[in-house]
C-alpha cells in the first residue's frame, strides 16, 4: 500500500496519531498500542501484532482506517482557515 504522506510508520508524532485514533473511534487499546508501536516505533506490522496480542487482519483494519481518517482530515483542511 502507498503510504499517506505524514503516515509514514517510525515518523508519525504521537499527538498526531493520537487525534487520528480519536476521529477513527479506535478504542480497543490493543490495538492502539500496536499502531503506536507499527506509526510512532517503526515496528513491523507483523512485530507489533505480536507483541500487542491483535491479530494480523485487525491490525491491518485499524492502519486501514488510520490511513482513510488521515486522509479526510488532508481533504478537509481547506476549510479551515490557517491562524
Known amino acids: 500500500m502507498a503510504e499517506v504522506p505524514g503516515l509514514v510508520p517510525g515518523e ?12 477513527a473511534r479506535i478504542r480497543s ?11 510512532v516505533g517503526g515496528v ?3 512485530n507489533a501484532q505480536e507483541q500487542h496480542s491483535i491479530g494480523q487482519s485487525q491490525l491491518s ?6 490511513r482513510k481518517v488521515s486522509e479526510l482530515v488532508r481533504k478537509a483542511k481547506k476549510y479551515y482557515p490557517s491562524t
Do not use: C, M, R, T
Not at 61 to 66: A, D, G, H, L, R
Open 29 to 39: 487499546s490493543n490495538a492502539i498500542e500496536a499502531l503506536h508501536s507499527y506509526f
Open 61 to 66: 483494519q485499524k492502519i486501514s482506517e488510520i
Open 12 to 23: 508519525v508524532d504521537p499527538e498526531h496519531l493520537k487525534l487520528l485514533i480519536g476521529f
Open 44 to 46: 513491523s506490522q507483523k
